[in-house]
């Protein structure tokens, strides 16, 4: 009986793995969709999120049954716990995927970014991808530094994200409001697409140590100063 609870448990973060790859795999795919206007790569990036769906309802109904049935405690309900709060960054992480491509289905056949603003959409994409395949070995590693690592990652798409509203703010703005209003809200998903990643990191270092994210770092911080003297 124990094995087979601890087997659940493991997949369990089996199903979170895949969520995060699934994900991956969809805020990539998006991006190539609204910066080619490919309306068909939009759609199928739309239709895949019914399977993240899926496997989010999956961990849950998993998650309730071991919950309901073993009565874990300690590390093993942290696990369970913890799980069903990653499984949910990473819904929503898909969602956000699913609104890129959706914007791009809307403003079919024309693209919805400037020319001007390529090259930083496309950063932007790239970078949300690689920080969410950094979240989904930080599942399987469970490698604390690895995870908090992910926040100072964060910072460059939040520098990223500043610079699409100094060009929006910039007096040469020519491409006028609907194309403000389209830059603005990509700008958003990728974002916090961003934060579902370092989330989901920050949630894997409460499940290895019981401790928070931000409270680790608090620490570290002062011992990195005097070094940094």
Known sequence: MRDAYHEELDSIGDGLVEMARLVGSAIGRATTAIL??????????????????????????????????????????????TSLRMSADLERSGDLAQHVAKLARLRYPERAVPHDLHATILEMGQLAQRLMAKAAEVIITKDVDLALQLEQDDDAMDLLHRTLFQHLMDDRWKHGIETAVDVTLLGRYYERYADHAVSVAKRVVYLVTGEHADDLQSDIQPATQVEGA
Not at 41 to 55: G, H, N, Q, Y
Not at 66 to 80: F, K, M, S, Y
């Open 36 to 81: 080619d206007s490919d309306l068909k790569l939009a759609e199928a990036v739309i239709e895949a999120d019914r399977k993240v769906d899926a496997l989010q309802h999956e961990l849950e109904a998993r998650a309730i049954t071991l919950l309901a049935r073993q009565q874990p405690v300690a590390t093993d309900l942290r696990i369970v716990v």
